[in-house]
């Protein structure tokens, strides 16, 4: 019985865009079948684009295809290991399905693989972990979509067949199929725990295709499912084993112990802020952090009880800070904020402010004293005299009151009233005063 691990992920981001971990892995026994999934959400016709497989840091060519051009129908290029052993799917390149798929695969073909879209603005890059060894497994991440793959090596229709998808020993009724009659258009008897969240792929029922896709899966979908074709003879049976891994969340209110944290100003100056952080009825045990709004772990005070952790420290800068619970046993992380204002002198943005202030100060008087010294700057102190009433306004060169002097005014001066000092501006020839 040949036995194909198809996972399908699908991801849209700008480049690289970079997938790694259990979210995107095939697992798939040696000498069976491997479909690597790559398809563009936009689900846009691929037909005249191109797109690259590539396995490894050594970049190996695993497939190209150009515009209808490939490795199987004339293109050179292919690396030895992977030549006559890859195929990709013509009939769905007009959905935007760039999925190959492996024959007969080896321990040596496991590895990272990259499918990229250079052609798209922007680039686009898929990765796929492709385990080769004992066991069929998809592996996915809490509250992503799992493919499970089931289909004939004959791949003859069966549109007009019959395949039941069961779990574990229990025979949970996954999906049932019949003649086009099934659990998403009428037919009833499918378990509660998969109502609404299964799905098959209509338009491959005549290439041989039962897969199917559970999705937004959760850890209780882990198992061992299998997929049976009861009319045919002989029967044929699939097995697939389904791991749905946590995801680090807030689980408080869902999970018995999952605790949330709260913090809190104790006290508080001008300077400084006294902030505490507690948990209360946390179960296992969590770890508690203090942290700023960079994300830095701040050192604080710890007393720690069965059930109980409180943290106290003082902080005197200007932040948002959090106190942030982690619960590795049940995948629990949870935060709580508060945002401190410090308004005094040893708050950095004043200080900053201030010396900034003084510097510019020292700054303007440093030109000051040496435009003194080249004489491009004199001080004179001159009494008014002379007419008073409008006539003072304007002075016997014909000045308005207040204006600059420069080399330009030619010998004038500016006047001021009461004898107040002037600043007066002139050549390094002139002498005003």
């Known amino acids: 019985m040949q036995l194909m691990m198809f996972l399908v992920f699908v991801c849209v981001g700008t480049f690289p865009a970079v997938i790694s971990g259990p979210g995107v892995k095939v697992v798939v026994e040696e000498d069976s079948d491997a479909v690597l999934p790559c398809s563009l959400r936009t689900e846009e016709n691929s037909t005249a684009k191109v797109f690259d497989w590539r396995k490894d840091e050594s970049q190996k060519e695993v497939f190209f ?12 290029g292919q690396d030895e290991q992977f030549r006559g052993r890859v195929s990709h799917y013509e009939d769905q390149l007009m959905n935007g399905n760039a999925s190959i798929k492996i024959h007969n695969t080896k321990v040596a073909d496991s590895g990272i693989y990259s499918c990229i879209l250079p052609k798209l603005q922007p680039i686009q890059t898929f990765y796929v972990e492709l385990v080769v060894g004992p066991g069929v ?8 979509d799992a493919v499970l793959p089931c289909s004939l090596s004959t791949k003859e229709s069966i549109i007009a067949q019959v395949f039941d998808w069961r779990k574990d020993e229990s025979q949970k009724e996954v999906f049932f199929y019949d003649s086009g009659l099934h659990y998403n258009n009428g037919r009833i008897g499918q378990d509660e725990q998969f109502r609404g969240r299964v799905s098959h792929y209509e338009d491959q029922l005549m290439n041989g295709n039962a897969s199917i896709k559970i999705h937004n899966t959760k850890v209780a979908d882990s198992g061992i499912y299998r997929c049976v074709f009861p009319k045919l003879e ?20 869902e999970i018995p112990g999952a605790s949330k944290p709260s913090i809190t100003v104790l006290d508080a100056t001008k300077d400084w802020s006294l902030l505490q952080c507690e948990v209360h009825r946390a179960s296992p045990e969590p770890k508690v ?34 106190c942030v619970l982690t619960q590795e046993e049940i995948s629990h992380q949870s935060r709580a904020e508060t945002f401190v204002f ?5 708050n950095t943005t004043d200080r900053n402010v201030g010396v900034g202030i003084v510097v510019v100060a020292a700054v303007v008087g440093a030109v000051l004293v040496v435009l003194l010294k080249l004489r491009q700057i004199k001080i004179c102190k001159k009494k008014l005299s002379g007419p008073t009433g ?31 000092m002037t600043l007066t501006i002139v050549s390094e020839l002139e002498d005003m005063c």
């Open 65 to 76: 295809y150009d515009s209808g051009i490939h490795y199987n129908n004339g293109r050179i």
């Open 137 to 144: 497994k998809v592996v996915v991440e809490e509250d992503r």
């Open 234 to 253: 002989p029967i044929q049976t699939f097995y697939v084993e389904l791991v749905v891994e946590r995801l680090l969340r807030d689980r408080s209110g």
């Open 289 to 322: 952090q203090l942290q700023d709004g960079s994300g830095n772990i701040l050192p604080a005070e710890e007393r720690r009880g069965r059930y109980h952790v409180t943290l106290n420290i003082t902080v005197t800068k200007t932040d948002r800070y959090l």
């Open 342 to 346: 410090i308004s005094g002198a040893g």
């Open 390 to 420: 409008p006539e003072a306004e304007q002075n016997s060169n014909g000045l308005e009151k207040g204006t600059l002097m420069t080399p330009e005014t030619n010998n004038s001066h500016s006047t001021a009233q009461n004898g107040l």
